[in-house]
């Protein structure tokens, strides 16, 4: 049976680096214009949601009603919205940064730790291997539109991340409530079975991770004149320096 950081897992991982790393090369020197590279967002974008339509189908043993195959999780959410985000939002969108986020995050760890990859004596189970590929696509489609230049984060729409959490929370309440799930975006469980990775914890925990990455990343990739951290000091020592006259 699979086993988090056994063979197959490792496996797993480096072939996916292996072949992701070869396309993004391959797109980077080859898929120029904006016309195609539009056109490849899009086929990433569906192949992306194909697979976690799939994913849902195998967890509900392929039962056909919509509402119960709407997602539970953090990450099986922001797979169903993501490829709508990446073709149809603007690169600035708070939305597509929010989602954009819950992108990259939810995919790496799960990726690193996936804990439902023992469900079968192969992790070519169907619930195991979608639910792999489509948390390899938040990954690998958060890095081609940021290579490609179709999204880039920024501290002025710090508080999209807020904003979205508490839809995603809303939505879990209602999958519950209304839909009749068990849980639903860690309400009543939390993340990881055992530990203090529930609903809240892992909100704050995320928001703090969320601002210091965005920090750096401004640090790193914006001129001096357009980081929100650098604006902010200035505007706070103004603010000093005329009190001080005062």
Known sequence: ?????GLEHILFLVVVI???????????????????QKILIIICAVIHFSLVVWNRLAV?????????????TFCGTTSFVFPFCIVF???DSKILQFISSCAILGGV????????????KSIFYDKTISGLLHHVFLVFNFILICMLGHFKPSMKNWNSL????????????????IIGNSDA????????????F??????????????ICLLVYERIAFKKEDRWFDNFVIKVKQKFNKNIEK
């Not at 879990?172 to 409530?177: A, L, V």
């Open 89 to 91: 939002c603007k690169k």
């Open 185 to 196: 975006m860690v309400i009543y469980n939390p993340l990881i079975e055992g530990t203090i």
């Open 162 to 177: 807020v904003l979205g959490l508490c839809c995603f929370m809303t939505y879990g309440i209602f999958s519950i409530t």
């Open 1 to 5: 049976m699979p086993k988090i950081f």
């Open 198 to 211: 529930n609903w809240l914890f892992t909100g704050i925990l995320f928001i703090i991770l969320y601002t």
């Open 18 to 36: 292996v072949l992701a790393t070869i396309s993004l090369i391959l797109i980077k020197k080859y898929v120029k214009s904006e016309k195609n």
């Open 109 to 120: 760890l799960t990726l690193i730790y996936p804990d439902f990859i023992g469900q079968d």
């Open 60 to 72: 509900r043993e392929y039962d056909l009603n919509i509402l119960m195959l709407l997602p539970t």
